[in-house]
């Protein structure tokens, strides 16, 4: 568990199965905002790797209120190298961001991926979540070629972090 200091509730990191409650609703909440971020309605996103790791961040009165996992990336690009991680689904709900939680959860992640031995994590996020891509790059994220299922989508930008 990992706590944040601050001046409002201090969230408490939760590592939980991909079935959990809370990241059903998370994820359903997420796939509402892409819908109204990129003008695209369709409610339908590529489900994540059975073995994924999922964080979940609740607030001290219990409120779920981030998210983000961990997975193979070869469940995305099915050649990739075994030992590259791809992160999934991070997600703050709106509510709750300004307040650190964002990087609380990709530090977790970051260490899920550490401990699973992986050399580098990549992700996919696009041009209409400029806020992903400040967070990304201000942890040391590069930008890279854009891969897999988004290589066809200008609004794609993918980034890499060595670990």
Do not use: N
Not at 5 to 12: A, K, L, Q, R
Not at 88 to 115: H, N
């Amino acid at each position: 568990m990992l706590g944040v200091g601050h001046d409002g509730p201090v969230p408490t990191c939760h590592r939980v199965p991909a079935d959990h409650p809370d990241i059903a609703e998370l994820t359903r909440a997420v796939v509402r905002e892409y819908a109204v971020r990129y003008d695209d309605p369709h409610d339908d996103i590529a489900p994540t790797a059975p073995d994924s790791v999922w964080v979940l961040l609740r607030d001290d009165d219990g409120t779920a209120v981030a998210c983000g996992a961990v997975q193979p990336w070869s469940h995305t690009v099915p050649d990739a190298p075994a030992e590259v991680g791809e992160v999934k689904r991070m997600y703050v709900i709106p509510e709750a961001r300004g307040r650190g939680l964002s990087r609380t959860v990709l530090d977790e992640l970051v260490a899920i991926a550490r401990e699973q031995r992986r050399t580098a994590l990549v992700l996919e996020t696009g041009t209409e979540q400029p806020e992903a891509i400040g967070l990304y790059t201000a942890y040391g994220f590069v930008p890279t070629e854009v891969f897999g299922p988004y290589a066809d989508d200008p609004r794609s930008r993918c980034f890499r972090l060595e670990l």
